[in-house]
T-cell receptor
Framework: DSGVTQTPKHLITATGQRVTLRCSPRSGDLSVYWYQQSLDQGLQFLIQYYNGEERAKGNILERFSAQQFPDLHSELNLSSLELGDSALYFC????????????FGPGTRLTVT | DAKTTQPPSMDCAEGRAANLPCNHSTISGNEYVYWYRQIHSQGPQYIIHGLKNNETNEMASLIITEDRKSSTLILPHATLRDTAVYYCIVRARNTDKLIFGTGTRLQVFP
């Protein structure tokens, strides 16, 4: 158990819908990362927040957005969902910067039908 | 970030050492070598990292060649629970994001 929690574990929704994935980092960790793992693209970095501020951006679509709240939990919002958004979404957290070790949560499996 | 090349799959007998190679010939001086693994569809798990010296922890050893163009992750006594995809990642000192490649699928057999 990494100490990072993600909810929900599974999510099934229809194309065009909007969903919110939630992540609680390890106690004391200020940095949160979101990654997407799909069958054809592998594990891809989406975005990083540090203490509430966006710190780095990767291959995140404009239909996706994220934020980190004052209590340090983070949410990833996915809108206008397409079939290709079906994937595992992982959240990770780390304590300091640079982040020598990232702790990954168990993931949210999103299925878009 | 420098690109890494890993064999797509490897087998190892239980109890033997598993040696997973990684080529990173374009690595620059400020880039670290990291290893993570992913067991089935669980979240990736950090194993070890290094800059130029060999490193060892309770999970594994990391051997980096003197020219830093390649490295080897060593699991000294592989168990069935070590069956996973192992990712070798090169990461610059001034960035935190991890760029995952396709990794090596290690199968440990009894």
């Amino acid at each position: 158990d990494s100490g990072v929690t993600q909810t929900p574990k599974h999510l099934i929704t229809a194309t065009g819908q909007r969903v919110t994935l939630r992540c609680s980092p390890r106690s004391g960790d200020l940095s949160v990362y979101w990654y997407q793992q799909s069958l054809d693209q592998g594990l891809q970095f989406l975005i990083q927040y540090y203490n509430g501020e966006e710190r780095a951006k990767g291959n995140i679509l404009e239909r996706f957005s994220a934020q980190q709240f004052p209590d340090l939990h983070s949410e990833l919002n996915l809108s206008s969902l397409e079939l290709g958004d079906s994937a595992l979404y992982f959240c990770a957290s780390s304590a300091d910067l640079p982040a020598y070790e990232q702790y990954f949560g168990p993931g949210t499996r999103l299925t878009v039908t | 970030d420098a690109k890494t090349t890993q064999p797509p799959s490897m087998d190892c007998a239980e109890g033997r050492a598993a040696n997973l190679p990684c080529n990173h010939s374009t690595i620059s001086g400020n880039e670290y070598v990291y290893w993570y693994r992913q067991i089935h569809s669980q979240g990736p798990q950090y194993i070890i990292h290094g800059l130029k010296n060999n490193e060892t922890n309770e999970m594994a050893s990391l051997i980096i060649t003197e020219d830093r163009k390649s490295s080897t992750l060593i699991l000294p006594h592989a168990t069935l629970r070590d069956t996973a995809v192992y990712y070798c990642i090169v990461r610059a000192r001034n960035t935190d994001k991890l760029i995952f490649g396709t990794g090596t699928r290690l199968q440990v057999f009894p």
